[in-house]
């Protein structure tokens, strides 16, 4: 997805604070002038005076600025941390929380750099602002697995300067030199006489301390977090019923929205009986929002009453008329057609063997725990908004068009995220709760219905894929050619034209690290009118079972260990080939399996790491049963290994549930799946027991939250090939 994205441009800064370059880092120290409370709080900053400090990165949108909180009604100080002299330390953390356990990742990387006590920083979340971009999208974006990758090296700068800033200051005090002296646990410690000081009682003196121009990072071998198991910093809360989610939120004076949109993609509101609505208690307003209807009233229940006696209906839309056989047909109709070339080589004529095979994979949406919902007041002076949201860069210019604010009017406040996985990179909830919350002139929540949520998602497209493949006389591939129809993720994200093609529509298929020769790769772009989004590991959700279910057919008719196939396809010292190596020791892949047992493998590469699958499966009254699945990835350096296992678990489940039950389908425009029942999930009684190993390695960070999903669809249809003799090229699985 980082692929996809374009950096915003970076503007001069203006601001005449001390500032430190240094990597790409713009350091800064910022002494808030005489900060109300109510600002501070905003900011989740408790407690006044002490040291703050922020940096800037060159993709940021706007340079930085000092912000006047002086006044009652000014906003935060924008920054990265604030030390204050109760010793607390807050950390903002510009990532989404979702259940990834980012927020976990980067706090013991800012605390192991800096040398302070883990378990004493507190985590905040911040406030809309360019400070915060993404230093990959240069927006300010959680998505495409980047947050640990993109945060890695700023946070270790801002923490590394802050330490020495610290450590030069407690030296002064005690007239020795800066070389003297370590930090540990939230202590300055001078190592001769073995004197101590906190953090906070250097702040006063730490703050006119010119920051170093080249701070010295941590070697590897002096972290004492990064690398271990450390406990999450949101788990305590969500133990506690303490964590706020979005749709926990309250505000006084608040009401509770929820919404009908048309079933067809893009229809309008026709008729509505809105007496009968109004008549139900606590009904407070029929809002119309674009493409549907809401109701409002004082709690959700009410709401819902009223919705269900409004009984609106609709005029069709864009969709009208598409069913699900006659989008796989302009699927694969546009096989026929030539397409955008990515890649071209000359046709070879020397070849043993020619194989053509054609994989598809169909619309999936995302169904996370917690259904699309916001909050917003809107005022004449300001927009708030709180919300769930994996895209805070959008939802303030949302929320700043609607409102008609102007964007310096907008805050928007992140809440934990009942799941993400792609859906909340868009915010269609966050305008209607700014709509609705204008036409009532008062706090206003909006929550969809589980039904309304699946049937107005932002789908993972349906793609069908061409492979033309020549082969040697020993199965080896000398000319792949490839040919992927599908729509355009980033057309809907950026509002692009009809026409545009998008790199996640081919991402994997050509880019991998097999010595593939001749590779020619084209992509067609049908687009149906449905709207479609990120979906867990994006292009790659498609592309992994499309490319490693070839391989996997190709090294059987070639007669060759699936294993050993891609071992002649790769270089040996690729970090693909050495995750084939640890795979195939920990699955035990050449032992023998009982005779109803299939094994089957997959490797894939995506969002900068690599990761293998083994999965054993058996059959049990026609149904397909997975026993086990194991797997190893190769993210790099990882901060907290016990995060990486859960992750790689987590995604290996929802690509499971996508390979043997995701589908959407359509009936003259509309989706037919509404709950659990009709699109379900794996269950706990469904689900194998999955073993986890990770890559020892000294490479920069790679992504842990989506490489789980692309190889185990691929690797659980080779097991089932095993079992029957054939071949499955098309999901979900059905034998």
């Given amino acids: 997805m980082q692929d996809l994205m374009k950096k915003a441009s970076t503007e001069d800064s203006q601001d005449s604070s001390v500032t430190h370059t240094s990597k790409n880092v713009q350091v800064e120290v910022i002494e808030p002038e005489n900060p109300s409370r109510r600002a501070l709080l905003k900011a989740g900053l408790l407690g006044v005076g002490g040291l703050v400090l922020g940096f800037n990165l060159p993709s940021a949108q706007k340079a930085y600025a000092k912000t006047d909180a002086s006044t009652s009604d000014s906003y935060p100080v924008k920054g990265w941390l604030q030390l204050d002299e109760s010793g607390q330390l807050a950390m903002f953390i510009p990532v989404s929380e979702m259940g990834q356990g980012s927020q976990t990742a980067i706090t013991m990387i800012f605390a192991d750099e800096l040398g302070a006590d883990y378990q004493k920083v507190v985590v905040k979340s911040p406030i809309n602002d360019s400070l915060y971009n993404n230093p990959i999208f240069g927006m300010q974006l959680t998505g495409g697995s980047t947050a640990v990758r993109a945060w890695w090296e700023p946070m270790r ?136 209807i809401a109701v409002v009233a004082d709690s959700y229940w009410q709401a819902k009453k009223g919705l269900e006696k409004l009984k609106p209906t609709f005029k069709d839309g864009e969709t009208t008329g598409l069913n699900t056989d006659n989008i796989e047909k302009r699927l694969k109709d546009g096989l026929n057609k030539s397409g955008e070339s990515v890649k071209s080589a000359q046709a070879v004529t020397d070849f043993e063997h020619k194989y053509e095979a054609v994989y598809s994979a169909p619309y999936l949406a995302h169904t996370t725990m917690e259904p699309m919902n916001a909050t917003a007041h809107v005022t004449d002076s300001h927009c708030e908004v709180w919300a769930p949201t994996q895209n805070q860069a959008q939802s303030a210019k949302v929320a700043a068009d609607v409102s008609l604010h102007q964007p310096d009017q907008v805050t928007i406040h992140t809440t934990y995220l009942g799941g993400g996985f792609g859906r909340r990179a868009f915010v269609d909830y966050v305008a209607q709760a700014v709509t609705l919350s204008m036409e009532m002139e008062r706090p206003v929540k909006v929550i969809w219905s589980r039904p309304e ?262 690797a659980l249809a080779a097991a089932i090939s095993q079992l029957t003799d054939k071949v499955y090229r098309e999901l979900p699985l059905k034998v």
């Fill in 157 to 292: 700068v801002i923490a590394a300067t802050l330490r020495e800033m610290l450590v030069e200051s407690a030296a002064k005090q005690w007239q020795v030199s800066a070389k003297e002296c370590d930090v540990k646990e939230g202590f300055i410690l001078h190592k001769a006489t073995q004197r101590k000081i906190a953090f906070q009682h250097v702040i006063d003196t730490a703050k006119w301390v010119q920051p170093p121009k080249s701070p010295t990072l941590k070697k590897a071998s002096e972290y004492r977090y990064i690398g271990k198991p450390m406990h999450r910093v949101d788990t305590p809360s969500k133990v506690n019923g303490t964590a706020v989610f979005g749709i926990d939120v309250q505000l006084p004076d608040m009401l509770i929205a929820t919404v009908a949109q048309s079933p067809v993609f893009g229809g309008q509101v026709d008729s509505y009986d809105e007496k009968a609505a109004k008549s139900v208690k606590g009904v407070k307003g029929i809002v119309k929002i674009p493409h549907g």
């Fill in 453 to 714: 949520d699946i049937q107005h998602d932002f789908y993972r497209p349906a793609a069908v894929c061409q492979f033309d493949v020549k082969t040697d006389a020993k199965g080896l591939p000398v000319e792949w050619k490839t040919k992927v129809v599908s729509d355009s993720t980033m057309a809907e994200f950026t509002n692009g034209s009809d026409t545009m093609i998008d790199g996640a529509m081919s991402e994997g298929l050509a880019d991998q690290e097999y010595q593939l020769p001749n590779v020619s790769l084209s992509v067609v772009r049908e687009d149906m009118k449905i709207p479609v989004g990120f979906w867990r590991s994006v292009g790659h959700s498609y592309s992994g079972f499309f490319l490693e279910g070839m391989l996997n057919d190709l090294a059987q008719k070639a007669g060759f260990d699936p294993f050993d196939y891609r071992r002649a396809l790769l270089k040996p010292d690729s970090r693909t080939a050495g995750v084939l190596n640890q795979l195939e020791k920990l699955s035990g892949w050449k032992s023998k399996s009982a005779d109803n047992i299939g094994k089957g493998m997959a490797v894939v590469e995506s969002f900068g790491s690599f990761a293998g699958e083994v999965v054993e499966a058996h059959l049990e009254n026609g149904k397909i049963k997975v026993d086990k699945v194991y797997c190893v990835i190769d993210c790099g350096m990882v901060v907290n290994p016990e995060i990486v296992k859960r992750q790689m678990s987590s995604g290996i489940i929802y690509g499971l549930t996508a390979a043997l039950k995701g589908k959407i389908h359509f009936e003259q425009g509309r989706v037919q799946e509404t709950n659990f029942d009709n699109y379900p999930a794996l269950t706990m009684e469904e689900s194998p027991e999955i073993i986890v190993e990770i890559v020892q390695s000294e490479n920069g960070p790679g992504g842990y939250g989506e490489p789980g999903v692309p190889p185990v669809a691929p």
